[in-house]
């Protein structure tokens, strides 16, 4: 009788105790839940696009595709003018430059020319604003010229156009000609002839033109492998770059600080939030693109007991990561755990190590290992974002440019890469059926 008796008082206290467990579970799920989260209105995620970069990349793609369009010489008055070789306009330079908000500005030079000299430069300036593309649950930014944006537009001349220009006319005189017509008629000419460049000459390549920006100064990004709630754009002056900001709709609890030059020109530059990390991983559950669920032994499966949460508490700059654990099956546990991370590339690889480690609370018989879950998920949640990072490429009139991450540092709250980008080898034009 007294064996049996003890037993079953044994039993009482651990129901008893499971019961209070249960109900410290719940209420710690109630207070994850219901944590205050910050509103800021600084971006989660921020993409910085160095225009010196993609400027060289569109200059490459002139000097192999160069553009040619032949003009009429227009009546300018009583002179008898011989052009040699015609006269014809040509793409010299095309270069995105810091625009208005919202807006890049895409800076284009016309060569007028002949067979001996260049007569005169055009210059016009579009601002380009993004169209936002949304297909497979992917995001792009796309920059493109408009026909009426490009029609709109009145190129202006080049500096000293009108001696440039009477310099011009005076050669297409015969010879004989030359030196000896009155400058009344020489500046009638000029003006006409400035005029026609900028009006109907202009109009008349405006087709064409068209389709050959198109064909060089198309920009794509494709941004990071996030959801995406709102994106704006801007431009950086020193040094010229492209900056494009992401709020992703999460529960973040704070945003990017201000935006910081790229490490190198030549680089595309990604700054993550640390907090935005740690939503990120917790989306990525939420949804489906990682594990829901998993067993003691940190095996994902559909049967298991444990679901994860992170968050990021700048707060607490001894151990602002933080892992919260609970048994949402068969049973009642919780526990939190606080964590210092470092992490490097090496090579393609990264490498993170958990610094310091502090188990802050627990709710658990037993309690299960603490820092296996600090490696598995913390790590796997850095690693995740470091592919996310990756997944930015941008493409210049079609041709994708190469990336390759070289640098990555977690810096105050903020995850910093730079993608080394390269254009692909463009492959020659067909030949021209004969």
């Given at each position: 009788m007294?064996?049996?008796?003890?037993?079953?008082?044994?039993?009482?206290?651990?129901?008893?105790?499971?019961?209070?467990?249960?109900?410290?579970?719940?209420?710690?799920?109630?207070?994850?839940?219901?944590?205050?989260?910050?509103?800021?209105?600084?971006?989660?995620v921020?993409?910085?696009?160095?225009l010196?970069?993609?400027?060289a990349?569109?200059a490459?793609?002139?000097?192999?595709?160069?553009?040619?369009?032949?003009?009429a010489?227009?009546?300018?008055?009583p002179?008898?003018l011989?052009?040699?070789?015609?006269?014809?306009?040509r793409?010299?330079?095309?270069?995105?430059?810091?625009?208005?908000?919202?807006?890049?500005q895409l800076?284009?030079?016309?060569?007028?020319a002949?067979?001996?000299?260049t007569?005169?430069?055009?210059a016009?300036?579009?601002?380009?604003?993004?169209?936002?593309?949304?297909?497979?649950?992917?995001?792009?930014?796309?920059?493109?010229v408009?026909?009426?944006d490009?029609?709109?537009?009145?190129?202006?001349?080049?500096?000293?156009?009108?001696?440039?220009?009477?310099a011009?006319?005076?050669?297409?005189?015969?010879?004989?000609?030359?030196?000896r017509?009155?400058?009344?008629?020489?500046?009638?000419?000029?003006s006409?002839?400035?005029?026609?460049l900028?009006?109907?000459a202009?109009?008349?390549?405006?087709?064409?033109?068209?389709v050959?920006?198109?064909?060089?100064?198309?920009?794509?990004?494709?941004?990071p492998?996030?959801?995406?709630?709102?994106v704006?754009v801007?431009?950086?002056t020193?040094?010229?770059?492209l900056?494009?900001?992401?709020?992703?709709?999460?529960?973040?609890?704070?945003?990017?600080?201000?935006?910081?030059?790229?490490?190198?020109?030549?680089?595309?530059?990604v700054?993550?939030?640390?907090?935005t990390?740690?939503?990120?991983?917790?989306?990525?559950?939420?949804?489906g693109?990682a594990?829901?669920?998993?067993?003691?032994?940190?095996?994902?499966?559909?049967?298991g007991?444990?679901?994860?949460?992170?968050?990021?508490?700048?707060e607490?700059?001894?151990?602002p990561?933080k892992?919260?654990?609970?048994?949402?099956?068969?049973?009642?546990?919780?526990f939190?755990?606080?964590?210092?991370?470092a992490?490097?590339?090496?090579?393609?690889?990264?490498?993170?190590?958990?610094?310091?480690?502090?188990?802050?609370?627990?709710?658990?018989?037993?309690?299960?290992?603490?820092?296996?879950?600090?490696?598995?998920?913390?790590?796997?949640?850095?690693?995740?974002?470091?592919?996310?990072?990756a997944?930015?490429?941008?493409?210049i009139?079609?041709?994708?440019?190469?990336?390759?991450l070289?640098?990555l540092?977690?810096?105050?709250?903020?995850?910093?890469?730079?993608?080394?980008?390269a254009l692909?080898?463009?492959?020659a034009?067909?030949?021209?059926?004969?």
């Amino acid at each position: 009788m007294r064996p049996l008796l003890i037993a079953l008082l044994a039993t009482t206290a651990a129901l008893a105790g499971c019961g209070s467990r249960c109900a410290d579970v719940r209420a710690a799920r109630a207070t994850l839940a219901a944590r205050a989260v910050a509103t800021a209105p600084s971006p989660d995620v921020r993409v910085t696009v160095p225009l010196a970069r993609a400027n060289a990349v569109i200059a490459e793609l002139l000097t192999r595709t160069p553009w040619a369009a032949p003009l009429a010489l227009p009546e300018l008055g009583p002179l008898a003018l011989v052009v040699p070789g015609g006269l014809r306009a040509r793409l010299d330079q095309v270069a995105l430059r810091p625009g208005a908000p919202g807006h890049v500005q895409l800076a284009v030079t016309l060569a007028i020319a002949d067979d001996d000299a260049t007569i005169a430069t055009l210059a016009l300036e579009v601002a380009l604003a993004p169209e936002v593309e949304r297909a497979h649950g992917d995001v792009a930014l796309a920059f493109g010229v408009r026909p009426a944006d490009l029609l709109a537009i009145a190129p202006t001349l080049g500096p000293d156009a009108a001696a440039a220009l009477g310099a011009a006319i005076e050669r297409w005189l015969p010879p004989a000609a030359r030196g000896r017509v009155p400058p009344v008629l020489r500046d009638a000419a000029v003006s006409r002839l400035a005029t026609y460049l900028t009006g109907t000459a202009y109009r008349g390549l405006h087709d064409l033109l068209l389709v050959r920006l198109g064909q060089v100064a198309r920009l794509r990004l494709q941004l990071p492998d996030v959801p995406v709630a709102d994106v704006a754009v801007r431009s950086l002056t020193d040094p010229a770059a492209l900056l494009v900001e992401i709020h992703t709709g999460l529960p973040i609890r704070g945003g990017l600080g201000a935006p910081t030059a790229p490490a190198s020109g030549d680089h595309v530059g990604v700054a993550v939030a640390a907090s935005t990390v740690a939503e990120l991983a917790n989306w990525a559950i939420a949804s489906g693109r990682a594990p829901r669920w998993y067993d003691r032994s940190l095996t994902p499966t559909p049967r298991g007991a444990f679901r994860p949460r992170f968050d990021y508490v700048a707060e607490d700059p001894a151990h602002p990561w933080k892992v919260h654990v609970l048994q949402e099956r068969d049973g009642c546990s919780y526990f939190r755990v606080g964590v210092r991370v470092a992490i490097a590339l090496e090579g393609d690889q990264l490498r993170a190590t958990a610094l310091d480690r502090d188990l802050e609370r627990a709710i658990a018989s037993p309690v299960i290992s603490a820092a296996a879950w600090v490696k598995y998920l913390v790590v796997g949640s850095l690693d995740r974002t470091r592919r996310r990072v990756a997944h930015v490429q941008l493409t210049i009139a079609g041709h994708p440019l190469t990336t390759r991450l070289t640098q990555l540092a977690l810096v105050d709250g903020e995850l910093h890469a730079a993608l080394d980008v390269a254009l692909a080898a463009v492959p020659a034009p067909a030949p021209a059926p004969r």
